[in-house]
């Protein structure tokens, strides 16, 4: 049990265009969904929280408006990259949370290759 | 701010042999510490975690244990394998609704 999926895999873009990438929980409903971006050989850095129905918070730094989260349901969360640069080219991972004996246990999925050219 | 600290950044062991993983966490509020693996190209996956109320958990060949007073976590792997060879990473959070603060990652590397 408790497994996230993502989808693509991986993407190239030209830079300019959007690019969406979703985030789904395949047997489980997820308390809250996470978005991370990681960097070669560095740890991975949580972008946003994200609840359904509600406003996806975002750590400092990072710009609401060019990575947009929607959190349609309880199973699928999507994180768009607007006007994507190649500076925005990273390997992009979700992790959906589940409530276990009053902890949230993240699980990840397998993560999202992004090329911007 | 919360921060966690991880060593070593990297670990060569022989097969067969321990490798053990050492992390600190500066919040005291932190409750849950989960462990990551994370291969080459793919997403972390949980391997075990510890709460707070336990000191020590074991499964298998992974064990993990912690010391609340010295905000201190280890993971330790026994008669490792080729296939151990990855990226490890700690993490904590302060339970629900909390968000991971991870360590800054271990790659092992286990020669047969």
């Known amino acids: 049990g408790a497994v996230v999926s993502q989808h693509p895999s991986w993407v190239i873009c030209k830079s300019g265009t959007s690019v969406k990438i979703e985030c789904r929980s395949l047997d489980f409903q997820a308390t809250t969904m996470f978005w991370y971006r990681q960097f070669p050989k560095q740890s991975l850095m949580l972008m946003a929280t994200s609840n359904e129905g509600s406003k996806a918070t975002y750590e400092q730094g990072v710009e609401k408006d060019k990575f947009l989260i929607n959190h349609a349901s309880l199973t699928l969360s999507t994180l768009t990259v607007t006007s994507a640069h190649p500076e925005d080219s990273s390997f992009y991972i979700c992790s959906a949370s589940r409530l276990a004996g009053g902890f949230d246990e993240q699980y990840f999925g397998p993560g999202t290759r992004l090329t911007v050219t | ?112």
């Open chain 2, 1 to 112: 701010g919360e921060n966690v600290e991880q060593h070593p950044s990297t670990l060569s062991v022989q097969e067969g042999d321990s490798a053990v993983i050492k992390c600190t966490y500066s919040d005291s509020a932190s409750n849950y510490f989960p462990w990551y693996k994370q291969e080459l190209g793919k997403g972390p996956q949980l391997i075990i975690d510890i709460r707070s109320n336990v000191g020590e958990k074991k499964d298998q060949r992974i064990a993990v244990t912690l010391n609340k007073t010295a905000k201190h976590f280890s993971l330790h792997i026994t008669e490792t394998q080729p296939e151990d060879s990855a990226v490890y990473f700690c993490a904590a959070s302060k339970g629900q609704g909390g968000k991971l603060i991870f360590g800054q990652g271990t790659e092992l590397s286990v020669k047969p």
